[in-house]
């Protein structure tokens, strides 16, 4: 009969045979087997200070690559990718968990095509009082391209840079708020 696969190795299987009960024994050219996480996994902290727990291995189940994380400060936190869905949710290259793992919808631009490389959330003069996610990337979205801070006051107006959109992909982001205009 069909077992349950709860774990998965990160090569090539070549054999297997039934053991006892759910046991299954594979053989094949491998390093590791563990939980499917997809395109990514929540990770805790288990208060031990060194010790890091899989929580949740379909904790962020998006259908693709996820290239970037940052926490949004509230128990959540941000993928950017080359995904499409996140739990079956249309939201490509970019999407908001929310700390009870539901996907915060008002972060899915549908009209996002490309992947989001890197992301980082900043605060200061720029911000304001909010930390603004800082996105960046090889993608479009609304006429503009690799490049995007987004307010979480009101995550469904972006914000391009005024001088222009980078000519070619964002492959790195950091915080480093010199200014009151973040161009």
């Known amino acids: 009969s069909a077992k349950t696969v709860t774990q998965i190795p990160d090569g090539t299987v070549n054999t297997t045979a039934a053991g006892s009960g759910t046991t299954t024994y594979v053989g094949g050219s491998f390093d590791t087997v563990g939980a499917p996480t997809g395109g ?32 949004d400060g509230a128990g959540g936190y941000f993928l950017g990718g080359s995904f499409t869905q996140v739990k079956g949710i249309q939201c490509p290259g970019l999407a908001h968990l929310l700390s009870d793992g539901s996907v ?41 391209q690799n490049l995007m801070f987004i307010d979480p006051a009101a995550p469904a107006s972006p914000v391009f840079t005024t001088g222009g959109d980078p000519n070619g992909p964002v492959n790195t982001v950091a915080a480093n708020v010199t200014s009151s205009n973040p161009s």
């Open 40 to 71: 990514s996994g929540l990770i805790t902290d288990s208060g031990a200070g060194s010790t890091v727990s899989l929580a949740s291995a379909t904790a962020g189940a998006a259908n693709g690559g996820v290239s970037a994380t940052v926490p």
């Open 104 to 144: 915060d919808q008002t972060y899915c631009y549908g009209g996002l095509s490309g992947t989001v490389k890197a992301l980082t959330r900043m605060s200061g003069a720029a911000a304001g009082s909010s930390k603004v996610l800082v996105v960046g990337g090889d993608f479009t979205i609304g006429g503009h």
